[in-house]
Nanobody, 126 residues
């Protein structure tokens, strides 16, 4: 049972990336899935969350309008499309699965998440 996060890399400011979070050993369709990020020397912070089949989404203020979270339950995968990237978006990005099917109002709290991906590094730099 694991989550695999992928899609990170080096991108210039203003560029785009799409991160993927794929589950193996279990199906994502009954879980709320969130993306977190952790920059060097900073605490892990919640970026976005998507509920199960209803697809209700939440975004952290600094990424609202630039990032889009989506899910393809047939592929057992959740995506994070990141546009207009800024240097301050540089971080290791993690996906996590919460057994609660709806995103909690406190989705940015790491405690409820049962499964975590290994992280993928996003570097925004010219």
């Amino acid at each position: 049972v694991q989550l695999q996060a992928s899609g990170g890399g080096l991108v210039q400011p203003g560029g785009s990336l799409r991160l993927s979070c794929t589950a193996s050993g279990f199906t994502l369709d009954t879980y709320a899935i969130a993306w977190f990020r952790q920059a060097p020397g900073k605490e892990r912070e919640g970026v976005s969350c998507i509920s199960d089949e209803e697809g209700i989404t939440y975004y952290e203020d600094s990424v609202y309008g630039r990032f889009t979270i989506s899910r393809d339950n047939a592929k057992n995968t959740v995506y994070l499309r990141m546009n207009s990237l800024k240097p301050e978006d540089t971080a290791v990005y993690y996906c996590a699965a919460d057994p609660n099917p709806l995103c909690r109002g406190t989705y940015y709290n790491t405690l409820p998440y049962k499964y975590w991906g290994q992280g993928t590094l996003v570097t925004v730099s010219s």
